[in-house]
């Protein structure tokens, strides 16, 4: 499958370590200011930070109150979503974004503007031409209809055993803000907002319809970035199960309610022990103080040389796109792309949800915080420790 990139290169970036050998990894992309402005509009309107404002939209804490955004993901979220495509973008990592779990569209939307950019900065018209016809695609899955019922799902579809179903999982097909969307006003939302509407592709149903319907009818399909966010256990595994295989190597997949829903959780530990992904988890950065959401990690780009460490991996992500407010930009003090010098910030707040995932009973894995190690991780980890308790997963937390 042939995919022009489109890039033009600023400067080439050699990332160094004792890790990687001197391998040169790719440039960063070209990108005006004024489109990386127009992008931080773009996702302050889908946040709808204007008149909506409220103490979790930065985080994505809490949903938004009365509905009244295209995302309830909140800023952090989407800031490292767009981080994530970026670097797959420059990276030339094959494959398309599709995100599982799409409520009003708002992710999906911020993914097919930024790759609209992208392809608009192509240097030449004949080269612009073929990036409209070879334009990656971007698809939405979605029931919109809310979460199905997790236990009798869980009956009908068989196969691997699911743990004992949380209270939080058995209820959550009677939230009623996940109803609060459809197909059409997700379409009718794409148009207004000046998207090239031939890149999305709408999957209307439940995953375990849908998600093997799509890669019989496109046994190529391949995936630069996966976003997995159907909250509940199975809505996760049969994600998982279905999506992963199709991740192209070195592409990136998401997962939005790792932290605060444990049957996802449990979903994810449960695949990555399946087929021995022992790729490190890294948790989307926030700001001390801010609940912590959301994390993602790296299919290898080499299977036999194994996954990248995470501070090799969290080095390469600082020349992702940084838009205005992020904590990339707010770090580095500027907004595109690059690296520059950076300087230390105050360590992200451990909330009480991390420390739930940090004493999990899971004794096979052990969790350590990318360095330089903050005052609260350590603290928590030595005490954690001493009581005899271990992490479920490696967990990281690139240190922006």
Request: hydrophobic residues 40%; glycine residues 8%.
């Amino acid at each position: 499958m042939h995919l022009p990139a489109c890039l033009i290169t600023l400067t080439m970036i050699k990332l160094t370590s004792a890790s990687d050998g001197g391998q040169n990894r790719s440039s960063h992309i070209f990108m005006p200011q004024m489109q990386v402005q127009y992008l931080k509009l773009f996702r302050d309107v889908l946040l709808n930070q204007q008149y909506n404002n409220h103490p979790h939209l930065v985080d994505g804490g809490l949903w938004p109150p009365g509905s009244a955004a295209m995302s309830m993901a909140g800023q952090r979220r989407m800031d490292d979503m767009v981080e994530l495509l970026s670097v797959a973008y420059a990276d030339k990592v094959p494959g398309h974004f599709i995100e599982t779990g799409v409520w009003r569209g708002g992710m999906s939307f911020m993914a097919a503007k930024l790759l609209e950019l992208l392809y608009a900065n192509c240097p030449r018209q004949a080269w612009r031409k073929q990036a409209i016809e070879g334009m990656r695609r971007v698809y939405l899955c979605d029931s919109f209809a809310g979460i199905p019922e997790q236990t009798a799902y869980g009956r009908r579809r068989g196969g691997s055993a699911a743990p004992e179903l949380t209270q939080q999982d058995k209820f959550a097909h009677s939230l009623d803000i996940l109803n609060k969307n459809s197909v059409q006003s997700v379409q009718r939302d794409a148009a207004s907002m000046d998207l090239q509407l031939s890149m999305l592709r709408y999957e209307v149903g439940y995953f375990n319809e849908t998600l093997p319907a799509l890669v019989k009818r496109e046994p190529e399909l391949r995936f630069m970035v996966i976003r997995l966010d159907g909250d509940a256990y199975w809505s996760t595994y049969e994600a998982l199960v279905n999506l992963y295989p199709r991740l192209s190597p070195g592409g990136y997949i998401i997962v939005d309610d790792y932290v605060d829903w444990p049957g996802c959780r449990a979903a994810v530990h449960l695949y990555r022990k399946e087929h021995q992904i022992d790729a490190p988890i890294i948790l989307v950065s926030h700001a001390e103080k801010e609940e912590v959401r959301g994390a993602f990690w790296q299919k290898p780009e080499d299977p036999k040389a194994g996954a990248p460490s995470a501070d090799k991996l969290c080095t390469h992500l600082q020349t992702a796109l940084a838009l205005p407010g992020s904590i990339l930009a707010g770090v580095t003090g500027r907004t595109g792309y690059g690296i520059e010098s950076r300087e230390k910030t105050s360590s992200p707040h451990l909330t009480s949800k991390l420390a739930e995932i940090a004493l999990g009973s899971d004794a096979t894995m052990m969790a350590m915080p990318i360095g330089p190690l903050s005052s609260a991780w350590t603290g928590f980890l030595q005490w954690a420790m001493a009581q005899g308790h271990h992490p479920p997963a490696q967990l990281y937390m690139c240190k922006h």
